[in-house]
């Protein structure tokens, strides 16, 4: 048994020194404390078995077709819906069973005019080009996939080069993703990474994905289901505030929200700051369109400090603002890193991606992105991308958009002109919407907050045959992008009835 004395000075009368002999080790006899831990005695609960075998298919999964009560007894059953009570959502959504251009067919064969092309993503409509289906046949036939970092593919070739192609300046690296908020977690990690800095920069009035960092990163209400769960994503003044104003003409509200702007970059430290995130022109949050002096002192800013300009394109891009990408309504404006989905497929498959400048691709070429998925760079949905992409350029897509703009522009304005319940409307290409007002001239609600008149109007549009988002107060009118002028019109005829139906409804509320 090993033992150790040790002098300790003690305080007394006398100043006398005392030595103790203090137990070191495992106790050697009944004299010494017995130091060994003594655990308590807690049991490991009850195993309380299941039956983990597999169920049997339900004989409905032999029939060719179900019927509508068998549908919806299904969905009620099985569905859990995405962003709001699955019983609401499952009650106001019809059940399409077919899609031709802007119209989608339900199950008792009703049609509905497609106003918000789905999540603002069906940007050719609901019948895929014959061009499209082919080369995802085509693929499917030979290799439907392989693993992205194990194996390549021609097309996965092609949509780079041809990316590279009709981006402009010097973006000429891209990384596949499947979805929106994929992509722009990857250009988060990417953007820290080659910096060697954490901070990101983001705008209150944006919206940039459902992954953690991505709803992190977004400034609507959809973030404060994150606000304890992550740091190093910081919010920037808008460019245009909710409840105040910058200055009476654009030009000068521009300057001062770059300065504030400026001033919080000097307050947080340059070199602490990635990259600045921002989409081209707020899409969810209302279709609010920087001025470009604001845009291009961001750029300048950028530059200065060594800060990454990074501009969501996810909905903007491929044309849905009459330029390809939603950057270029700025002029000289190239942001470092762009990030894309919806609109490279049209929706038809699942695919996104990031670009970026020959720079930061040439870093990338000796150090890894901290980002990979399984499906990266899948070979069906790039080859419907590189379908998709080759269409909408031979089809001058952003220049028939631009032609649409008037007529969509005017039609709103009508709506807004004529009725109380429509404050504003705002529309830059095909990208646009009303903003639901109140009585008081102001917005109905704040964006988290629900209000009956919302759903009134919602259950409105849908009965006279159109599906529309509505978030918060504000309505998209983001119809696909293939739309003629008299769809436009009956679409625009119908908003008539039912804002005029929804002034009634908010008068006798009141």
Same mark, same amino acid.
């Given at each position: 048994m090993?033992?150790?004395?040790l002098?300790v ?10 030595r103790?002999?203090?137990q070191?080790? $495992?106790?050697a ?6 130091q ?6 807690i049991a490991?609960?009850?195993?309380n078995?299941?039956d ?5 298919p339900n004989?409905l999964h032999?029939?060719?077709a179900?019927?509508?009560?068998e549908i ?11 962003w ?5 959502l499952?009650?106001?959504?019809p ?7 802007v119209w989608l067919y339900d ?10 092309s789905?999540? !603002? ?5 609901n019948? &895929?080009?014959?061009d499209?289906? %082919?080369?995802i046949?085509?693929?499917m036939?030979t ?6 970092d194990l194996a390549v593919t021609?097309?996965r070739?092609r $949509? ?8 402009p300046?010097?973006l000429n690296g891209?990384?596949?993703a ?6 722009n977690?990857c250009?988060?990690?990417?953007a820290?990474?080659?910096t060697?800095r954490y901070k990101?920069l983001?705008?209150y ?5 459902g992954?953690?960092s ?8 959809r973030?404060?289901?994150t606000?304890t ?5 910081i919010?920037i003044?808008d ?5 105040y104003?910058?200055?009476e003409?654009?030009?000068t509200a521009?300057t ?9 970059i000097?307050?947080?430290g ?5 990259a600045?995130?921002?989409?081209s ?7 609010? $369109?920087?001025h470009?002096?604001?845009m291009q002192g ?5 530059d200065?400090?060594g800060?990454?300009m990074?501009?969501?394109e996810?909905?903007?891009g491929?044309?849905r ?8 309504n700025f002029?000289?404006? !190239?942001?470092?890193?762009f990030?894309?989905?919806k ?5 038809f498959?699942?695919?996104s991606?990031?670009g &970026?400048t020959?720079?930061?691709f040439d870093f ?5 992105p901290?980002?990979?998925?399984t ?6 949905t790039v080859?419907?991308g590189y ?6 350029i031979?089809?001058d ?5 631009? %032609?649409?703009e008037?007529?969509?522009a005017?039609?709103l304005?009508?709506?807004v002109?004529k ?7 705002r529309v830059?290409g095909?990208a646009?919407?009303?903003d639901i ?7 109905l ?9 919302v759903?009134f109007l919602k259950?409105?549009l849908?009965e ?7 978030r918060g107060?504000?309505m998209?009118?983001?119809?696909p992008?293939?739309i003629s002028e008299?769809?436009?019109?009956t679409?625009?005829k119908?908003?008539d ?6 002034d009634v409804?908010?008068?006798?509320? %009141?």
């Open positions: 090993l033992s150790r004395t002098s000075p003690a305080l007394g009368l006398r100043n006398q020194i005392r103790l002999s203090i070191v080790g $495992l106790p006899s009944k004299e010494n404390i017995d060994v831990f003594k655990h308590d005695a490991i609960p009850a195993f078995f299941k983990n075998t597999p169920g049997v004989k032999e029939k060719k179900w019927s509508k009560d919806d007894e299904k969905l009620k059953e099985n569905c859990v819906f995405a709001g009570p699955s019983d609401a499952r009650a106001a959504c059940t399409i069973v077919r899609g031709e251009g199950n008792e064969d009703k049609k509905y005019l497609d106003w918000s789905g999540a !603002v993503c069906t940007n050719l409509g019948s &895929m080009p014959p499209v289906k %082919s080369a046949e085509d693929q036939a290799a439907p996939f392989v693993y992205g021609e097309v070739a $949509l780079c080069s041809l990316l590279a192609d009709i981006s300046a010097n891209f990384i596949f499947s979805g929106g908020a994929e992509a977690e250009a988060i990690r990417m820290r990474r080659k060697g990101i983001s705008r009035r944006s919206y940039h994905g992954t953690t991505t709803l992190a990163m977004t400034g609507d209400p973030t404060w289901a606000d769960q992550i740091t190093g994503f919010k003044p460019p245009f505030p909710f409840s104003s910058w200055g003409d654009a030009e521009a001062q929200a770059l300065n504030a702007l400026h001033e919080q000097l307050m947080e340059p070199e602490s700051i990635a600045i995130f921002m989409e022109i707020t899409g969810s949050n209302g279709w609010l $369109l920087p470009p002096a604001y961001v750029r300048a800013l950028c200065e400090y800060i990454l990074i501009a969501d996810v909905m903007c491929f044309g603002t009459g330029t390809l990408f939603g950057f270029q002029p000289g404006v !190239v942001p470092d890193m990030t894309f989905a609109g490279v497929t049209g929706a498959m699942p695919l991606g990031v &970026m020959d720079e930061i990338y070429r000796t150090n890894a901290a980002y990979g998925s499906y990266s760079a899948h070979p069906l080859a419907c379908a998709i992409v080759k269409h909408i031979e089809k897509i952003p220049g028939r958009v631009k %032609s649409m008037s007529k969509l005017h039609g304005q009508q709506i002109d009725h109380v319940s429509a404050k504003q409307a830059i095909l646009g919407g009303i007002g109140g009585l008081s001239g102001d917005s609600m704040h964006m988290h907050q629900a209000h009956p008149a759903g259950k409105r849908k006279e045959g159109l599906i529309t988002l509505v107060h504000h998209h009118c983001t119809p992008l293939i008299d769809e436009i019109n679409g625009v119908i908003l009835e039912c804002f005029g139906d929804l409804f908010l008068q006798n509320d %009141s």
